[in-house]
Structure formats: structure tokens, C-alpha cells
């Protein structure tokens, strides 16, 4: 037993208490080595090939434009209805679209409790919309609401606007600009809001002096003939964004080309045909029902399909009101030429 015992003393005889030590503390830095060459690994080389996003719910993913624009461009929304009208048309924009406005005035015949923003302009409760009325509102937004707002948009009760997209749309232009924008839902800057009121209204012959008759063609010749440009209100694909009729109806008869049929005498440009013509941000539709308003709403703010990815987005650049004179002398052509006609 006395050489077994001597021998493994032997043997364990260059184990001094200090290489014990040393030797205890290798695993440890063998672990931290490990652990940082597997992230380095993992940063350089797996990261930038695994699709982790095929995980995620895209719904959920904020693209570049998820931004809100109500304060950088404000738009004061005034919309002509009449008392008939108040408890369906009215209150479906009120509950809809008309909430997105940084300010929505009703205009029509009667004060209604019940309709907050609602100004009485005549006492033709049959009217909802005249060039009386035009003319009377747009005054009243000039004398009452000219600083409270960049852009001044005119819709009815028949019509659903993207507040959104419109904002979208305006943003490059500066409210300074005397430029408009339609139609349907006209949108006009403050400038060219000032211009036609102090400008164009009192001279007979710049704007029509008669208070009978529709605004469909008399609002579009008084701001021409009181200097506001004509915005282009097509997309980058040359694709319309506001329309004068909802795309229900744009899939039937309006799609067939009749010289005498009433939709296609305001149409100042035609373009081709089918749903691939539609804008993927489109402003306004007109002629919608009420009831379809509450479907517009549905379909455009809460309606998801899992999954869809979303484009990336970019804001086009601000353009300056030297900039628009410029462009417009050099290029010899009316560079913001209306998409339609009234």
C-alpha cells in the first residue's frame, strides 16, 4: 500500500495549489470566448439571410408614411346639404370621413342642434347646394376661418373623401399658392381662397353676379378668372384620384364612352378602362348613398386581410410658390392642368 500511496503523490506531486487555481478558471474563459465568437457569428453571417419578418404580422408594420399630416397640412372641410338630408347624408359624413378634418362645417338652410358645425347660408330648405350658396359660404369661410386652416375643401353629403390621401396630395404645395384642386370635393388653398373672395366675387365679370342657378361650372370659371392655377390632381401613374362617381357605378354604364351621356361631358381627360386605372390613393368619390358611406368606412379603416404586406412609402418634396412660377415659364405648358372639366 506504502508505494501505491507514494506513487500517486508522485504523480500529483507538480499540482502546485497556484496551477490549480489556473487551471479551474480556463472553462470559464473558454465559455465567454464561445459565447461571443456564436454572436458574431450571428450578427455578420445568419442575420442578414434569415427572413424574420415572415414571423411577424405585417398588418402590424409602419411604413414610411404612417405619419399624421393633419397639422402640417390643415384642411378645413365645408360641406352644402339641407335639412331632408340632415339626419342620413349629414350625419353618415359627420361619423365618417368628416372626422378627420381639422375643422367640418355643415352648410345649409337651417341650424340643427344635432348637426354641430351646421350654418345656415338661405331660407331654401329644397336646395342643398346653389351658387347663391357658394358664393355666401365662400365668403363666410373668408370673413370667419381664413387662418384657421391651409386648405378649404367643398364635398356634399353625397360625397366620401380620403382625408388622408388628400392631405398626401397637398402636401408638396405651399397654402400660399393660389392653386385648387377637383373635382368632385374641390380643394382650394388659402391663398386661392383669398384671392377668389377679394378678387374674383365682386367683379361681375370675373365671376357670375347672378345668385340662381347651379355652382357645377361657375366655381371653376370664377377661380380661373380671379388667377388660381389648376392642380393636377393625377397620380404619379397618371391615375385620377378624385372622382365624380363611386367605383360601383364606374363598372357599368360610365364605363362606355357616350358623347351625350352626362359624365362624359365633364370629363376633361380619358383614361383607359377597369380597376388598373384607379389610383391606390384616391381622394374623393361623389354620388355615394349614405348607407355606402358607412361601407366606405368599413371597408377602407378596419377591413384587413392578414398577412398583406405593405409598399415602402415616401413623402414627395415641398414645392415654394417661386418654384411653381418658375416651372410654369420654362416648360411653356400649364404644368397643373385640372383632370376634369366642369
Not at 365668403?139 to 398626401?168: C, P
Request: hydrophobic share 35%; glycine share 6%.
Amino acid at each position: 500500500m506504502e508505494p501505491d500511496k507514494s506513487l500517486f503523490m508522485e504523480r500529483n506531486s507538480h499540482l502546485h495549489p497556484q496551477h490549480l487555481s489556473g487551471s479551474s478558471s480556463r472553462p470559464v474563459l473558454f465559455l465567454l470566448m464561445g459565447i461571443g465568437i456564436g454572436y458574431i457569428i450571428t450578427q455578420v453571417v445568419l442575420l442578414p439571410i434569415i427572413d424574420f419578418k415572415s414571423y411577424s404580422n405585417h398588418t402590424e408594420k409602419r411604413s414610411p408614411l404612417d405619419i399624421d399630416l393633419s397639422e402640417k397640412v390643415r384642411v378645413l372641410c365645408y360641406v352644402s346639404t339641407k335639412p331632408q338630408n340632415h339626419k342620413e347624408g349629414a350625419k353618415a359624413v359627420l361619423r365618417t370621413w368628416g372626422r378627420r378634418c381639422n375643422k367640418l362645417i355643415f352648410f345649409t338652410s337651417k341650424v340643427d342642434p344635432a348637426l354641430p358645425g351646421s350654418v345656415a347660408l338661405s331660407d331654401n330648405s329644397h336646395l342643398r347646394e346653389s351658387w347663391n350658396n357658394t358664393k355666401n359660404a365662400l365668403k363666410y369661410l373668408y370673413h370667419h376661418h381664413l387662418s384657421d386652416a391651409d386648405w378649404f375643401l367643398e364635398a356634399d353629403d353625397q360625397t366620401f373623401v380620403l382625408v388622408e390621401n388628400l392631405r398626401y396630395m397637398l402636401y408638396p404645395f405651399s397654402p400660399e399658392m393660389p392653386i385648387y384642386f377637383g373635382s368632385p370635393g374641390t380643394a382650394m388653398s388659402r391663398a386661392a381662397l383669398r384671392k377668389v373672395v377679394e378678387v374674383g366675387l365682386p367683379n361681375p365679370t370675373k365671376c357670375e353676379e347672378k345668385d340662381t342657378g347651379e355652382t357645377l361650372g361657375r366655381f371653376k370659371e370664377c377661380l380661373d378668372n380671379a388667377d388660381v392655377e389648376e392642380g393636377n390632381s393625377r397620380d404619379s401613374k397618371g391615375r385620377r384620384r378624385m372622382y365624380l362617381i363611386d367605383p360601383q357605378a364606374r363598372s357599368n354604364t360610365y364605363l362606355r364612352y357616350d358623347s351625350k351621356f352626362w359624365y362624359w361631358k365633364y370629363i376633361a381627360l380619358r383614361t383607359q378602362d377597369g380597376i388598373f386605372a384607379w389610383s391606390d390613393y384616391p381622394v374623393s368619390f361623389h354620388y355615394v348613398n349614405h348607407r355606402y358611406i358607412h361601407g366606405f368606412e368599413y371597408m377602407i379603416y378596419r377591413l384587413r386581410s392578414f398577412g398583406r404586406k405593405i409598399p415602402d412609402e415616401s413623402l414627395p418634396s415641398q414645392l415654394v410658390p417661386h418654384k411653381l412660377r418658375d416651372k410654369k415659364r420654362h416648360s411653356g405648358e400649364n404644368e397643373f392642368s385640372l383632370d376634369y372639366a366642369y
